[in-house]
């Protein structure tokens, strides 16, 4: 008998994070799980300080370095903690003297942390209106003198905004890429230092994975306060085991780098993207008197679609019928209201298209 379900009796997963996973990823974890390589434990069951674990966390760094074009110039960590903890490791690391773009609701706690560390700069807020907008192409962020890095959020989660270019800056770049990690190309000589939660783009939750330059991560300029373990410095110079590691989640962020990779890399992902956000966009602007797209046109994420319909009742109405379809995790953020439709890299396209469909018989 087969452990597993049938590609078929697999719902149609729009959530936001942990995210979907691919069919063909859950599989072989399933296969591989009981015995790992034939070694007779799983994974979840061998010394992190093993050959064999190390083996593990050489081949999901190399698949992301692969993935992300990395030079020899830059390394990957895989700890805990979440982006979240990132929010605080960064200006204790980093700063304080953080120039921060606040383009919603992660993006403010990144402020808040960096707040309590010392002085921060917030040089843009889109809080005056709900988020739904960023900042334009043109504009500069240089911040004061003594500014140390500038933080903005690439993909914000709740509001459905993305940033389709780089912000404009003579400032080291830091970047929160939880929600648009490995969905497309990007030019990482650019950035200083980036981290994500594994959970929408990347694998399970609870692995942490911090991409940053050498420099940045092996020299620590912070204050004799913090932490061992918020020291980036603690997880580079201990390959990434300065502590037991999440053993199983960080094998499965490699097996779904190499998904992605089979996929054509992150510019194949980029191209699929496109195609499945373009489905919903243009099912909903075809009805502009009946749903309501949260962000504004020009910034609209690849990632998280956020729309409503004209009342509240509708919107109960829509996710309801999308239960009877099959189709789940659709409800927007509390913050946001309406619905939100997550289409990270591993969500199939006939998940798009069945919620395309849905959106046009609904609107019917
Ligand atoms: N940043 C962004 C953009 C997010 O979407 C999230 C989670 N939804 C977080 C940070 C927080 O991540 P974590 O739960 O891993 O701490």
């Given at each position: 008998?087969?452990?597993?379900?049938?590609?078929?009796?697999r719902k149609h997963n729009f959530?936001?994070?942990?995210?979907?996973?691919?069919?063909?990823?859950?599989?072989?974890?399933?296969?591989?799980?009981?015995?790992?390589?034939?070694?007779?434990?799983?994974?979840?069951?061998?010394?992190?300080?093993?050959?064999e674990f190390e083996g593990v966390v050489a081949d999901t760094r190399a698949a992301l370095t692969r993935l992300l074009?990395?030079?020899?110039?830059?390394?990957?960590?895989l700890i805990q903690g979440g982006a979240s903890q990132q929010f605080a490791m960064v200006p204790m690391n980093l700063g304080p003297g953080g120039v921060y773009l606040n383009t919603g609701e992660w993006a403010s706690k990144a402020v808040e942390e960096a707040q309590r560390w010392g002085e921060t700069f917030e040089a843009y807020s889109g809080k005056a209106e709900t988020f739904r907008d960023l900042p334009s192409e043109e504009q500069r962020f240089d911040g004061p003198v003594g500014a140390k890095y500038l933080h903005y959020t690439s993909n914000n989660t709740l509001y459905g905004t993305q940033f389709h270019h780089l912000p404009r800056t003579n400032l080291p770049l830091v970047c929160d890429v939880s929600s648009d990690f490995i969905s497309r190309p990007v030019d990482m000589t650019r950035f200083d230092l980036?981290?994500?939660?594994?959970?929408?783009?990347?694998?399970?939750?609870?692995?942490?994975?911090?991409?940053a330059k050498r420099d940045v991560l092996r020299t620590f300029k912070g204050d004799?306060?913090?932490?061992?373990?918020?020291?980036?410095?603690?997880?580079?110079?201990?390959e990434t085991m300065y502590n037991t590691p999440n053993?199983?989640?960080?094998w499965v962020v490699g097996l779904m780098a190499r998904w992605v990779e089979r996929q054509g890399g992150v510019a194949a992902m980029e191209v699929l993207g496109r195609e499945k956000a373009d489905l919903i966009y243009s099912a909903?602007?075809?009805?502009p008197d009946f749903y309501q797209g949260h962000a504004v046109k020009a910034v609209?994420?690849?990632?998280?679609?956020?729309?409503?319909?004209a009342t509240e009742a509708l919107d109960e109405a829509f996710m309801a019928e999308a239960d009877r379809r099959s189709l789940i995790s659709l409800k927007g953020h509390r913050k946001v209201g309406g619905m939100r439709a997550s289409i990270y890299n591993a969500v199939p396209k006939e998940s798009v298209a069945a919620l395309a469909d849905l959106i046009r018989t609904f609107g019917r």
């Amino acid at each position: 008998m087969s452990i597993l379900p049938t590609p078929n009796s697999r719902k149609h997963n729009f959530s936001a994070g942990p995210g979907a996973l691919p069919f063909e990823v859950l599989e072989e974890i399933a296969r591989e799980l009981p015995d790992f390589r034939g070694l007779g434990i799983s994974i979840m069951e061998m010394s992190h300080r093993s050959k064999e674990f190390e083996g593990v966390v050489a081949d999901t760094r190399a698949a992301l370095t692969r993935l992300l074009g990395l030079g020899a110039d830059y390394e990957i960590l895989l700890i805990q903690g979440g982006a979240s903890q990132q929010f605080a490791m960064v200006p204790m690391n980093l700063g304080p003297g953080g120039v921060y773009l606040n383009t919603g609701e992660w993006a403010s706690k990144a402020v808040e942390e960096a707040q309590r560390w010392g002085e921060t700069f917030e040089a843009y807020s889109g809080k005056a209106e709900t988020f739904r907008d960023l900042p334009s192409e043109e504009q500069r962020f240089d911040g004061p003198v003594g500014a140390k890095y500038l933080h903005y959020t690439s993909n914000n989660t709740l509001y459905g905004t993305q940033f389709h270019h780089l912000p404009r800056t003579n400032l080291p770049l830091v970047c929160d890429v939880s929600s648009d990690f490995i969905s497309r190309p990007v030019d990482m000589t650019r950035f200083d230092l980036v981290y994500a939660g594994a959970q929408k783009n990347a694998g399970p939750s609870g692995v942490t994975i911090v991409v940053a330059k050498r420099d940045v991560l092996r020299t620590f300029k912070g204050d004799s306060r913090v932490p061992t373990i918020f020291r980036y410095q603690t997880h580079a110079e201990n390959e990434t085991m300065y502590n037991t590691p999440n053993c199983f989640g960080i094998w499965v962020v490699g097996l779904m780098a190499r998904w992605v990779e089979r996929q054509g890399g992150v510019a194949a992902m980029e191209v699929l993207g496109r195609e499945k956000a373009d489905l919903i966009y243009s099912a909903i602007d075809e009805r502009p008197d009946f749903y309501q797209g949260h962000a504004v046109k020009a910034v609209r994420s690849l990632m998280n679609i956020t729309f409503r319909c004209a009342t509240e009742a509708l919107d109960e109405a829509f996710m309801a019928e999308a239960d009877r379809r099959s189709l789940i995790s659709l409800k927007g953020h509390r913050k946001v209201g309406g619905m939100r439709a997550s289409i990270y890299n591993a969500v199939p396209k006939e998940s798009v298209a069945a919620l395309a469909d849905l959106i046009r018989t609904f609107g019917r």
